[in-house]
């Protein structure tokens, strides 16, 4: 069969030889029209999935391959100390464990807790739980290889601290210190903590949070 004897709606492609037809042409081999439609979306697709991937990197995101990344079980506790008090302060100490088996970064966030809008909790400090005795107030310094971004004082906002490398079965721990703004008489105000990593895939993400709630007196 010649190209031009190709039925609609078959497209042919001949290539020149000898000696197989009358004509000096190889049988023609056709593709259907839904075929290329078809590999016309695949490479539409691979070229959305290019420019979602180039547009991510551009603005900080990280990907981690989930079938070759390393496994990291980040665990999250919060407790509160102190005794809240209208105009007053509030400490959440906040402990993220690996539990291995590998070891991981570490990407935490704490935002202020909610309160009433015309008088709402505030960020005091952040740092890490001071001595007894240390005179360090509510937070004493962070370790080096701690990062933390934090909302001015006197704010409310995301407190943000990282560390590069936290080995299976150790810990860091956190205080973010509060101020109490004006609630109703035994109003509680929950803190919530979150910690994530951005090098290895958590297999239990049901710990990757924690809250925890005070009354106000």
């Not at 190889?26 to 590999?39: A, E, G, N």
């Not at 810990?171 to 035994?186: C, D, E, K, P, Q």
Request: aromatic residues 6%.
């Amino acid at each position: 069969m010649a190209c031009r004897d190709a039925p609609s709606p078959w497209l042919a492609l001949c290539n020149r030889s000898t000696g197989l037809t009358p004509r000096g042409l190889r049988p023609i081999r056709v593709i259907r029209r839904s075929h290329i439609r078809l590999s016309l979306a695949n490479v539409f697709g691979a070229l959305v999935l290019m420019f979602a991937v180039n547009s991510a990197e551009s603005v900080g995101a990280t990907f981690i391959n989930t079938a070759t990344a390393a496994k990291a079980d980040l665990a999250v506790a919060v407790t509160s100390s102190g005794i809240a008090t209208v105009g007053g302060y509030m400490g959440y100490t906040i402990a993220v464990t690996n539990n291995g088996p590998a070891t991981s970064d570490v990407a935490l966030t704490d935002t202020t807790p909610s309160g009433l809008a015309f008088k709402p909790t505030t960020f005091y400090c952040v740092g890490s739980v001071p001595s007894p005795g240390s005179g360090s107030g509510w937070c004493g310094p962070l370790p080096p290889s701690v990062k933390c971004m934090k909302p001015a004082v006197g704010s409310a906002g995301t407190v943000s601290c990282t560390t590069a490398s936290l080995i299976s079965g150790a810990s860091v721990t956190f205080i973010m210190a509060v101020r109490v703004g004006f609630y109703l008489h035994n109003q509680a105000i929950c803190d919530t903590a979150s910690a994530t990593s951005t090098t290895t895939v958590d297999p239990n993400t049901s710990n990757n949070s924690a809250t925890v709630c005070a009354r106000v007196n």
